[in-house]
């Protein structure tokens, strides 16, 4: 990192571990970790929670929470958006975002631990769903976002979620080259998945209004480069709020913590150090004395939105994101697209080029 050590915050190790008591807290006897007490689970941030559980050395926590997910998969590899305290169901919608996350965490897991053994345990839970997931992969190459409770598809994509499926695709395939197996569509549609991210924005439901529509495709990997770092600076203004942190929509003044965090990471991908380091700085105004984030603040009154919330995934973000700008880690450079080692799938262009080439020869 070209940050001058005096210019970069971090949470030091104390710090880290009063954060982490509070995801921990959130942990019930079956594994699954809610958003906060009495609050519901979703699939994706539980994953989110074990992802911070283990970068913070906590393996037993995080282990127990993908035994409590693969208890919770459906024989078809899915899993439902939002699960109550006590473990019974209050959302029968599913998202294909939301399937696809084991992916990432599974990969995440391995690069703290290096144990092949837990990623060859769960590889049939997250291959189960991967397929689930790219069963809703429409012709451009996009996701359906989700099915209604009824199991009816939503007909459109959204590039947040699709850009999430994104990396937990090339999670899954790093994950069946570690066990020595092929997966060649997964590539292609990882391949066609990135090309319709970084290229064919009209494939996808317009959300110009959300952050994440903003950073994800940086954040996963989808969009790198001098490409990513353009795609930053020219959206800073409208979602950044200086010396707070990132608008949840541009037009409104609340500034989510989860979603700063999340843009500290993307920034590192892009290159964007000095963006990073001042946004993870900002964020710590969310922090409270036990060590928890408060979900969202108003800024400039600086109320709480939702009224005092304090949720778990928001505390797992920070940590994430702290782990990437501590830099000391094997999981650091996990959203780091240029130096993360992961695969990117098949190249959509050059393929294309390829068959007209033998087009011409024929």
């Known amino acids: 990192m070209s940050l001058p050590a005096e210019d970069l915050f971090v949470l030091d190790s104390r710090e880290v ?9 959130l942990q019930a006897t079956t594994g699954m970790i809610s ?9 994706w941030n539980h994953v989110e929670a074990a992802m911070a559980l283990a970068a913070g050395g906590r393996l037993p926590a995080a282990e127990r929470a993908y035994e409590w997910l693969v208890s919770a998969q459906h ?7 939002y699960y109550k305290a006590d473990g019974s169901v209050e959302d029968r919608r599913i998202d294909t975002n939301v399937c696809a996350y084991i992916a990432t965490g ?8 290096g144990d092949a053994a837990f990623v060859e345990e769960l590889f049939g839970p997250l291959g189960a769903a991967v397929e689930f997931v790219l069963g809703w992969q429409r012709p451009g190459g996009e996701l359906t976002w989700s099915l209604r409770s009824d199991g009816s598809p939503e007909g459109y994509a959204l590039l947040t979620g699709s850009s999430s499926v994104y990396l937990s695709l090339r999670c899954a395939i790093a994950a069946a080259e570690l066990l020595g197996l092929e997966r060649p569509e997964w590539e292609l549609a990882a391949g066609r998945l990135r090309h319709a991210i970084a290229y064919r924005p009209e494939l996808f439901a317009p959300k110009e209004r959300y952050a994440m529509d903003w950073y994800y495709p940086v954040l996963t990997g989808a969009v790198t480069g001098p490409a990513a770092a353009k795609r930053l600076r020219e ?4 979602f950044v709020i200086e010396g707070a942190g990132v ?12 979603e700063t965090a999340e843009c500290v990471l993307s920034c590192l991908g892009a290159g964007l150090e000095g963006e990073a380091a001042r946004l993870f700085a900002w964020v710590q ?4 004395e036990v060590g928890s984030y408060t979900t969202g603040r108003v800024y400039p009154e ?8 304090r949720s778990s995934y928001t505390a797992a973000a920070v940590v994430l994101a702290n782990d990437a700008l501590v830099g000391a880690s094997p999981t650091s450079r996990l959203f780091l697209a240029n130096a993360n080692g992961l695969p990117t799938g098949l190249d959509i262009e050059a393929l294309a080029e390829e068959e007209w080439d033998q087009e011409q020869l024929a």
Do not use: M
């Open 17 to 25: 571990d009063a954060t982490l008591d509070t995801i921990e807290e």
């Open 35 to 43: 958003w906060f007490p009495g609050g519901h689970c979703d699939p």
């Open 247 to 258: 608008r949840c929509v541009s037009d409104r003044p609340w500034v989510t913590a989860a």
């Open 235 to 238: 959206g800073w203004a409208r």
């Open 302 to 309: 600086r109320s709480t939105f939702p009224h005092e919330e």
């Open 285 to 288: 105004d969310q922090r409270d």
């Open 75 to 81: 024989d078809d590899g899915s899993w439902f958006n």
């Open 106 to 113: 599974v990969w995440h897991h391995y690069l703290v631990t």
